[in-house]
């Protein structure tokens, strides 16, 4: 296959820049009804509330500052926002679509409560209430579906966090190193990721990812059930030697482990971890593939591996002849939910 074949990926650095370079401005304070939402205050956390593609943003946003900020970062996948979420938060209410259900209702929570609101979308029902109600709004560029618009979600929601926390600047330069390792992964796909789709393709994997890069684990997941349609678990070191890897005891047929591995874990802890689970595969005489990240940062490595990953899945849903465009699954249940609601 050619790189023009795997859908948008080749346009992910491209997608990535735009959407870094879109300005964001927060006020002060917004007056909505009689709630007022301040901007302008040292907050006690943040929380990225969206669903699928536009979840995983918040996901790779936390593992990328996590380290670096003192407040937590808390991601949201449900219908409702925590009940200890007040005023004293920031909420970043991400929707591809602008339509998302979920989302809609936890950005209608916030105005309810008054707590501060920065929405990102493509457009939809979240833009047109956030212009309504004159609280802060990213419109992003579209992508052919809402997972293969990450770069579009991951940074434009980066450049937000950075600029509520008044780290934008460094945020930028993370940032923009990162879109590096997105070429690179381009470029080293057919070397690095390509030979492992014969090797996943009709079998269940099992990826085991260090906890401080969850996300990419996660992100490896869903590409694989919406790309290529097949079951996937995701092993969080340390957690997984506690529960997962007893299973490894038996020899289990159609099975394919893959194991992460990234320079900012080498020499930490975590590393040690890694290094223990796959001596003791391999004492198992259990076959895995490592995969070696690449990367001056957490979030480089991230965006190195999820674009690797994710190209990777395209080739599998092609091997075993599934459209990975189309999820008809997740349509029928949208429908039918709304239908109900």
Not at 8 to 21: I, M, V
Not at 157 to 182: F, H, P, T
């Amino acid at each position: 296959m050619s790189l023009s074949e795997y859908i948008d990926y080749p346009r992910w650095p491209q997608l990535a820049e735009e959407s870094l370079r879109i300005d964001v401005r927060l006020p002060e304070k917004v007056k909505v009804g009689e709630k007022e939402l301040t901007y302008s205050k040292k907050f006690r956390g943040i929380v990225i509330s969206g669903m699928g593609g536009s979840g995983i943003a918040g996901d790779i946003v936390r593992d990328t500052l996590q380290d670096m900020i003192d407040i937590p970062i808390i991601v949201n996948k449900d219908l409702h926002l925590p009940s200890y979420v007040n005023d004293d938060y920031l909420v970043v209410a991400i929707s591809y679509s602008g339509n998302t259900a979920e989302t809609i209702r936890c950005y209608e929570s916030c105005i309810e409560k008054g707590i501060p609101v920065i929405t990102i979308s493509t457009g939809g029902k979240l833009r047109e209430l956030a212009e309504r109600n004159g609280t802060p709004h990213i419109t992003i560029p579209k992508a052919t579906a809402p997972r293969y618009g990450l770069p579009c979600l991951l940074y434009s929601c980066l450049r937000a966090v950075g600029k509520a926390l008044s780290i934008e600047d460094k945020v930028l330069s993370l940032a923009e190193n990162s879109i590096n390792y997105m070429r690179k992964a381009l470029d080293d796909y057919p070397t690095r990721f390509k030979a492992l789709a014969d090797k996943l393709a009709n079998k269940f994997t099992m990826i085991y990812t260090p906890s401080p890069i969850a996300s990419l684990g996660v992100r490896f997941k869903n590409d694989m059930n919406e790309n290529a349609k097949q079951p996937v678990a995701v092993c969080i070191i340390p957690e997984s030697e506690h529960n997962d890897l007893a299973i490894h005891i038996r020899e289990i047929e159609n099975l394919e482990i893959l194991v992460v591995d990234a320079p900012s874990i080498r020499n930490t802890e975590h590393g040690v971890h890694v290094t223990a689970l796959m001596k003791v595969l391999e004492e198992l005489g259990r076959r895995f593939h490592k995969i070696e990240l690449e990367g001056d940062s957490r979030l480089s490595e991230i965006v190195y591996g999820v674009t690797g990953l994710g190209m990777l899945t395209i080739d599998i849903a092609r091997i075993v002849g599934v459209d990975p465009v189309k999820i008809e699954a997740i349509d029928r249940v949208k429908k039918y939910v709304t239908s109900r609601s």
